[in-house]
């Protein structure tokens, strides 16, 4: 297959003209919701019968304390019900499904990871796709969102602990944003060729005579969502490579720009709830910067077929695309991996090494550009003030943000959250490549063997949820492991960012003087870009050394 040069740039030009359309709009309507005051009726209706105070606001502690365990009774839900399939409508005939899978699964989907250890349509049915799965598309979509509200609510407030209320932002996010926006998607997606039914197809093929039984259900309406929320669980094991999920090249483009829709508009939300819309710009054009440097770099490697394996192969196509081109593979694999989506239209396990490193990379950067629904927005804001606190000590002065001092504790918070995660990947990966029982696991050899670790459990920590396809974990160990990973990589950041929220509400505001730092416009910008790449390379490259690089320079 050839690399269309042209092709890929129009596609490229075409998401940012379609993005920029709809940033301030949908932006506006996201920060209208959650400065409103009054309640619609679905959302009284739900106060009532899980006998929530819609008036009462609640402290960081009790905010976070609300996630924790929303989440763990989801887990919980989703694991003992996954379990009990067989004796559940609509299975499909299928048994319950494994303990170490459900496991994993329920951890998985709760924690927008998404991370599949199992093919879909021959381990859940219907009932558990569509009552279990695709609602977890919306919960841990509407979770990243309300803590990233949290977080600029504590920007934006004084003297106050109070930071909202976490049922009545979950509430809104789900039944203002979420469910209207996935409504209309699915309508468009079934128009665009998306299946949508409640039943298989038995058909028998007229050469060879041998029957076959075509698994059917209601996908369009658990895509919208999967992609939309960033989210990434596919009702196929195919994923988006699958015609049923991603029929033709509008709905393959359509996809990467949904997948980037909220996330792009979250900053111009931001700006216009701190008053200040400079920083949603700013903050904005940072995010946008990094998704075209990747998608740019992605495509670049793609087509230039670099790779020793890509070379044996004579060129690119195994694992590629092969309806559409490597062109919307590129773009995909790019978009997917700066998000916390993790839907792959191609194998990335089959993308040229440095492509896969890239990938990895972009997971690496904390998936800020522009991230998962919230939470790539309150990664950039942590980056943020890191980078204000920067700009601080080379003018000496201490640094403020948004009139908010930045002093011991709030570093000590920030400087956490920078480190969990690449902390997890590092030690989980470290503590797996020594285990050569659980590294077989990984069926390559050399750096790529490697390389399946690294990128599994960067993953896992990123919630993202794609994968170098040749790993599995469905076994107890990586299980394990891999649930780790996702707990706390979603669940630590989460503790952080809303301890940095109260600490930063309780503050009382400093008057802008000559000596503040500004924290919007190219130069700040500039700054904030920079420390994003820089401490992604300190963190990451002697790990990315040994596996992609490695691959990558091997002739």
């Known amino acids: ?38 309640s619609t009726r679905a959302e009284r209706l739900f106060y009532r019968l899980a006998g929530v105070d819609a008036g009462t606001e609640q402290t960081w502690s009790v905010y976070l304390r609300s996630v924790l365990v929303f989440s763990a009774v989801s ?46 349509e021959a381990t859940v049915g219907m009932f558990v796709q569509m009552c279990l799965l695709a609602v977890q598309n919306f919960l841990s979509a509407a979770v990243g969102i309300v803590v990233a509200v949290a977080l600029i609510r504590g920007i934006a407030r004084t003297r106050t602990d109070r930071l909202g209320n976490f049922w009545v932002d979950l509430a809104r996010t789900s039944f203002r944003v979420l469910l209207p926006l996935a409504a209309v998607v699915a309508i468009v997606m079934v128009l665009g060729g998306i299946v949508q039914n409640f039943w298989s197809t038995d058909v028998t093929n007229p050469a060879s005579g041998i029957a076959q039984t075509i698994p059917g259900g209601p996908v369009a309406s658990q895509e919208a969502i999967k992609i939309l929320g960033t989210n990434g669980g596919g009702y196929f094991n195919a ?42 710009f700013t903050v904005a054009a940072v995010m946008g910067s990094l998704w075209l440097a990747s998608v740019s770099l992605m495509g670049w490697v793609v087509a230039s077929g670099q790779g020793t394996a890509t070379a044996a192969a004579g060129g690119l196509g195994e694992g590629f695309e092969q309806r559409f081109g490597p062109v919307p593979s590129a773009i995909f694999a790019a978009s997917t991996t700066l998000t916390s989506t993790g839907a792959v239209n191609t194998a990335h396990d089959s993308l040229p090494p440095l492509a896969g490193g890239t990938a990895m990379v972009n997971m690496m950067l904390g998936e800020v550009a522009p991230g998962g629904t919230g939470s790539g927005l309150y990664g950039m804001l942590i980056l943020s003030i890191i980078s204000v606190f920067i700009a601080g000590l080379m003018v000496g002065r201490t640094p403020e943000y948004l009139g908010k001092r930045i002093g011991p504790s709030e570093m000590k918070l920030t400087a956490l959250y ?64 891999m649930g780790i990973a996702m707990l706390l990589g979603r669940f630590l950041p989460i503790a952080l960012v809303l301890a940095l929220a109260g600490s930063l509400a309780r503050q009382q505001r400093i008057p802008v003087s000559a000596g503040t730092v500004p924290t919007h416009g190219w130069l700040f910008g500039s700054l ?17 050394a040994l596996g992609p690089l490695a691959e990558g320079l091997l002739k």
């Open 1 to 38: 297959m050839n690399f269309n040069t042209a092709s890929f740039l129009i596609q490229v030009a075409g998401l940012v003209v379609a993005l920029a359309a709809v940033h301030k709009p949908l932006g506006v309507y996201l920060a209208r919701v959650f400065e409103g005051k009054t």
């Open 75 to 120: 887990i919980l839900a989703v694991f003992l019900l996954q379990r009990l399939q067989s004796a559940l409508p609509g299975s499909n005939g299928l048994a319950g499904v494994d303990p170490w899978v459900a496991m994993n699964t329920a951890i998985s989907f709760v924690t927008n990871t998404n991370w599949q250890t199992y093919a879909p």
């Open 239 to 280: 994923n988006s490579a699958h015609p049923f999920e991603n029929p033709n090249v509008f709905i393959s483009l359509f996809q990467v720009f949904l997948l980037l829709l909220i996330p792009s508009a979250l900053p111009y939300a931001y700006g216009r709830m701190v008053g200040d819309q400079r920083q949603g």
């Open 418 to 481: 920078i480190l969990v995660t690449p902390a997890l990947v590092l030690a989980l990966t470290g503590v797996t490549a020594l285990l050569p029982d659980v590294v077989a696991n990984a069926p390559s050899s050399g750096p790529h063997q490697f390389s399946e670790l690294l990128y599994a459990f960067t993953s896992g920590a990123n919630n993202n949820g794609s994968a170098f396809g040749g790993i599995t974990t469905s076994g107890p160990y990586l299980s394990v492991m």
């Open 528 to 544: 904030l870009l920079g420390v994003t790449v820089i401490l992604t390379a300190l963190s990451y490259f002697p790990a990315l």
